[in-house]
């Protein structure tokens, strides 16, 4: 399933990370705190369990969460998404995935993984600015199933339909969440208009 976050504060920042002109400063705080925004909303449904707890006055039954959050960015510009999650759930736990796009064949290559253990348990976010062809999120997502991980979902600022027809094709059972879903890919599999190389563009390397 495809959910569009386009809540009015994440449209305002999605628009400074477009900017060609915004500085690497202002694109990574913009990308952080819009992923924190959309987390608020994935986080919705996360199970909970009944506490009893002390409170200064009286004891009390309240609520916490039942399941461990899990992160797992691919790398790199999935770290730049880490942060604006982490301040909204700071006990979430962060696994890593290395894949690059091969600039001929736009397949992914998988070159680094280190991932918590307790997957099959876990709420899982798959972490990634851009959903272009969705090859890379797509054997994340399969590689985290190997691991037995169970619920699994895809967070993205900007997608493609190709990218989305990618996960759907060969995922149906993750949640996709976007904040635009954008026009196509170029010929050099690039999201139009998209914002650009969203890891040179949050680490200062264009």
């Known amino acids: 399933m495809l959910i569009l976050t386009d809540h009015p504060l994440i449209k305002h920042k999605l628009t400074k990370i477009r900017r060609s002109d915004t500085c690497t400063k202002d694109f990574r705080e913009a990308l952080g705190e819009i992923a924190g ?4 909303e994935i986080s919705r449904d996360i199970p909970l369990k009944e506490v009893v707890i002390n409170t200064p006055l009286e004891k009390c039954t309240t609520y916490e969460v039942a399941e461990d959050v899990v992160l797992v960015p691919i790398l790199r510009a999935g770290l730049g998404m880490v942060n604006g999650i982490t301040n909204l759930i700071p006990t979430a736990k962060i ?14 290559q998988n070159y680094y993984a280190k991932l918590p253990p307790g997957l099959p348990n876990a709420v899982i976010m798959v972490l990634d600015p851009m959903l272009a062809t969705g090859g890379s999120a797509s054997a994340t997502i399969t ?10 979902k895809l967070v ?5 339909p190709e990218g989305v027809k990618k996960i759907e094709n060969d995922h149906p059972d993750v949640d996709i969440y976007l904040s635009a879903l954008d026009r196509k890919l170029n010929e ?5 208009p998209g914002l650009g190389d969203a890891g040179d563009r949050i680490f200062g390397t264009l």
């Not at 925004?37 to 608020?40: F, G, K, R, S, V």
């Open 37 to 40: 925004l959309m987390a608020y």
């Open 95 to 108: 696994g890593h995935v290395g894949m690059y796009r091969d600039h001929d064949t736009l397949e992914p």
């Open 143 to 152: 590689q985290l199933k190997k691991c037995g991980a169970k619920t699994i």
């Open 156 to 160: 993205a600022i900007v997608g493609a």
């Open 188 to 192: 050099i599999g690039y999201i139009l």
